[in-house]
């Protein structure tokens, strides 16, 4: 016999599945993914009522609207898990129905890929049998079509789970029922009807249990029937009688996420009950992918909500329109506005262009630094703001800081120049008096200069929190009268009275660091009372302190200000740079001292008029707790 060539056997192939078609006593329909008919053989055209050239490319009009959800759900279950078996009602051609049973399964390549579905339908009008129990499957189909819109309408995830258990009895007639989550290689019961309520949270190994079995076989339900035994141990003990467990695998995703088990103790459980288990574990796993989107999302959005009202920015989102629709505390604190005063309303502020950055001032004096950017999904914008008036004011500090620096350094820096151009070119012309003079004039000159640059030394160290002290005892009441020695000759418009105990406690400080301090108060009280007046130092001992005040009669200091003199490049007023010199950066200097040693230094007004600064340091370890004089 001679051998055939290849397209010889394939077309003897076709003939023969055409044959095996046409020959075949039960109705052969196949799908493609789309629905439309692929195969119409005979068996369907007499079973049915329509040609084969009537439905090849069409899809075929035989599933009623009632059973639209129960066909959606088996084509689910054929494309996820293995064959379905039912029984079902069909559409005939006249408008009739036709009771059928039929045995569903997918087409795939031989690479696995879906290309559509086989349906195969035999004829159960003969069956007075079949036919009832047709009728009591079709009630309990009607009715899972309410189940399931009933389920679907919960989103929260627990309410679904206990929906789910609670229908499952309904359906299949169990005695009781649950739902268990598979967690890794664990069960979980999350839901139970008709079982004690402290079984819920009961866990289970997977592998051993009924739905470990179930997972090795590739199917989606399974009927156990046998002695207590082998039931599944993780329910099995609580429902006495118990003698068959019907359980139906929920997939998310295309992946098993748990199981329903339908628990028989006084009933018996049949196909239609296992059919009904896997038409509802199959809409289950719909319902719990659906919850589990909206928990989801709404954790995204409780999650996005805590960061924004966490953030110390403020933060805002507007509609397409510009309208506020989000504003944070952050925003409140920032602005002054209320979120019920803006919400629906245009933001206090201007806008910046989406990706660019807009720095503005509020009606309060507070600046703030503003961004925005556009979500195109929604249209909505979002506004990130923060406040900047800190930063904005030391900027503007700073510029004034060396504007003023310049003109301190230039003043003395043109007077020794001046002096030193005239000794060089007039030096044989000059008496010795007046060359002593310009030299003298050079040499304080220079000590001022040297001042300065200690002081611009200082207060960098200080902004670092570089400052050196070496805290130990000493006497504060002989460096008070060391710095006020011969001051009250040094202006005829100032009288100096310093009145310092001569008991005194020690304190525990640095030395030379104090020196400084007091030369700066002291210099502080001079400069800003320009008119004279009475400058007056005072020491007493208070608690386990000594307290030092040095009050002048001069210009004062404002409320608002007692605070801010103390910062770098700040002094009280912005004229006072102009008319008392000054790189503002003193007072910073001496509370850096007094804090570096365990003090501090404060500003207040003193009665009458003019200024106290107050200067503390601890009482050294050995005078705490004796007798010391207070003030």
């Known amino acids: 016999m001679g051998v055939m060539s290849d397209n010889r056997v394939e077309n003897a192939d ?35 009522g329509w040609t084969c050239d009537d439905m090849i490319g069409r899809r075929a009009p035989l599933v009623p609207e009632e059973l639209v959800v129960e066909h959606n759900a088996v084509l689910e279950r054929v494309r996820t898990g293995g064959p379905v078996s039912l029984r079902t009602k069909r559409l005939r051609s006249d408008g009739s129905l036709v009771d059928v049973g039929v045995d569903m399964s997918a087409l795939r390549s031989e690479a696995g890929a879906l290309l559509g579905y086989v349906s195969v339908y035999h004829s159960l009008e003969n069956d007075s049998a079949a036919r009832d129990r047709g009728a009591r499957r079709a009630r309990l189909v009607r009715r899972l079509t309410d189940v399931v819109g009933d389920i679907n309408a919960e989103l929260e995830l627990s309410p679904v789970l206990d929906r789910i258990a609670g229908s499952l009895t309904e359906l299949t007639g169990a005695d009781a029922g649950g739902f268990v989550l598979i967690e890794d290689d664990r069960l979980r019961l999350v839901s139970t009807h008709g079982l004690p309520d402290r079984l819920w949270g009961a866990t289970a190994d997977l592998h051993t249990s009924l739905v470990g079995k179930l997972l090795r076989t590739g199917k989606t339900v399974l009927l156990e029937t046998g002695d207590q035994t082998v039931l599944d141990d993780l329910i099995w003990s609580e429902l006495p009688g118990l003698h068959t467990i019907a359980l ?40 719990l992918a659906n919850a589990m989107a909206y928990q989801d999302a709404v954790r995204q959005r409780a999650h996005e909500r805590a960061v924004v009202d966490a953030s110390a920015d403020g933060i805002a989102v507007l ?40 720095t503005t001032q509020l009606p309060c004096g507070r600046w703030l630094d503003v961004v925005s950017a556009e979500i195109n999904e929604t249209a909505e914008i979002v506004v990130d703001f923060r406040d900047v008036t800190r930063a904005k004011e030391l900027e503007e500090a700073k510029d004034l800081f060396l504007a003023t620096t310049s003109h301190e350094l230039r003043t003395p820096i043109t007077v020794v120049q001046g002096f030193a151009s005239t000794l060089d070119a007039r030096w044989d012309k000059l008496s010795d008096v007046e ?35 070496q805290v130990e005892s000493f006497d504060l009441g002989e ?65 386990d302190h000594v307290v030092l005040v040095v009050d002048d009669e001069g210009v004062g200091i404002a409320p608002d200000d007692r605070e801010r003199v103390f910062e770098r490049f700040v002094q009280a007023d912005s004229g006072d740079r102009r008319r008392f010199g000054g790189v503002g950066l003193g007072l910073y200097i001496a509370r850096s001292l007094a804090r570096a040693q365990g003090g501090e230094v404060t500003a207040h007004s003193r009665p009458g008029g003019g200024t106290r600064m107050r200067f503390i340091l ?11 004089p207070n003030r």
């Open 435 to 469: 060359r002593r003079s310009a030299v003298r004039t050079i040499a304080e000159r220079a000590q001022a200069l040297g001042q300065l640059m200690d002081h611009l030394l200082l207060g960098a160290r200080a902004g670092a929190e570089e400052l050196k002290v």
């Open 479 to 543: 460096r008070v009268r060391a710095a006020t020695l011969g001051m009250p000759v040094l202006s005829d418009r100032h009288r100096v009275e310093v009145d310092i105990p001569r008991d005194l406690p020690l304190v525990d400080g640095d030395a030379l660091a104090t020196d400084i301090l007091l030369g700066q108060l002291l210099e502080n009280a001079f400069k800003y009372s320009p008119d004279g007046g009475l400058i007056r130092v005072l020491a007493w001992a208070e608690s």
């Open 248 to 287: 139906g695998v929920a997939a998310v995703g295309g992946r098993p996420y748990g199981a329903l088990y339908a628990l028989f103790a006084e009933r018996k459980a049949g196909h239609i009950e296992l059919e009904l288990l896997e038409l509802l574990a199959g809409h289950a796993g719909i319902a």
């Open 319 to 358: 509609d397409g329109m510009g309208f506020v629709r989000q504003w944070n505390p952050a925003a409140e604190e920032l602005t002054g506005v209320r979120a019920d005063e803006v919400i629906g309303a245009r933001p206090p502020f201007p806008l910046p262009a989406p990706g660019e950055k807009l």
């Open 14 to 48: 076709d003939g023969f599945a055409r044959a095996v078609l046409a020959s075949s006593p039960n109705a052969v329909v196949a799908l493609d993914r789309d629905l439309s008919v692929l195969v119409w053989n005979p068996a369907a055209e007499r079973l049915f």
């Open 618 to 628: 601890g009482i050294a370890p050995a005078y705490i707790g004796s007798d010391t």
